[in-house]
């Protein structure tokens, strides 16, 4: 079956651009999370949602990030005025529920953002 | 403050051999602990987790050892294989949501 799809994969922005980075979870899977990995470096939690219930925004680095999942399937990243700093490996997860320990995030491939 | 840490950095086996890395943490309200493999250019995938009421699991050659009172936890893997060469991730949560990574391993498993 289908995994996690992120879009796009690869992402160039001029400093100063927004994005808008997209996630669909796999079908029917309650939990998403957002993650920011730098080269060389683990997955850092942004924030997480269940269904479209935002309940941990924590992880966001400023107020340029911003997340939605308005229908609880697809959600959407989206950074504002990007700085050289925002450049990353931006990874979602999804899993089926939360109320199961030991329930198995699926990741997705990730989108790369260069910021130039 | 880092909330997992792992070691070594990165970690050169040969085959058939061992591959142990090692996390300790910070939190003792942690209760859920797994275990990723990073291959380039994928996301991580979901290898063996372990919850803090048991001191062992083991999954084919994959293995965590959990010490409550250490706060610590390893990944052993067994009989090495050059398909295993990847970055492996130790991770720690509470109630399943906010997930704290470690910095990474790279294994690299020579034939």
């Known amino acids: 079956g289908a995994g996690v799809s992120q879009s796009p994969r690869y992402k160039v922005a001029k400093r100063g651009q927004d994005v808008a980075l997209r996630c669909d979870p796999i079908?029917?899977?309650?939990?998403l999370f957002w993650y920011q990995q730098a080269l060389g470096q683990g997955p850092e939690f942004l924030t997480y949602f269940q269904n479209e219930a935002q309940l941990d925004k924590s992880g966001l680095p400023s107020d340029r990030f911003f997340a939605e999942r308005p229908e609880g399937s697809v959600s959407t990243l989206k950074i504002q005025r990007t700085q050289q700093e925002d450049s990353a490996v931006y990874l979602c997860a999804s899993s089926l529920s939360r109320l199961a320990f030991q329930e198995t995030q699926y990741f997705g491939p990730g989108t790369r953002l260069l910021v130039l | 403050q880092q909330q997992v840490k792992q070691s070594p950095q990165s970690l050169i086996v040969q085959k058939g051999g061992i591959s142990i890395i090692n996390c300790a943490y910070e939190?003792?309200?942690?209760?859920?602990f797994p275990w990723y493999q990073q291959f380039p250019g994928k996301g991580p995938a979901l290898l063996i987790a372990i919850r803090p009421d048991v001191s062992e699991k083991k999954e084919g050659r994959f293995t965590i050892s959990f010490n409550k009172s250490a706060k610590q936890f390893s990944l052993h893997i067994m009989d090495s294989q050059p398909g295993d060469s990847a970055t492996y991730f130790c991770a720690a949560s509470r109630n399943f949501n906010k997930f704290y990574f470690g910095s990474g391993t790279k294994l690299n498993v020579k034939p």
């Open positions: 939190n003792t309200a942690f209760d859920y």
């Open positions: 079908s029917g899977h309650v939990s």
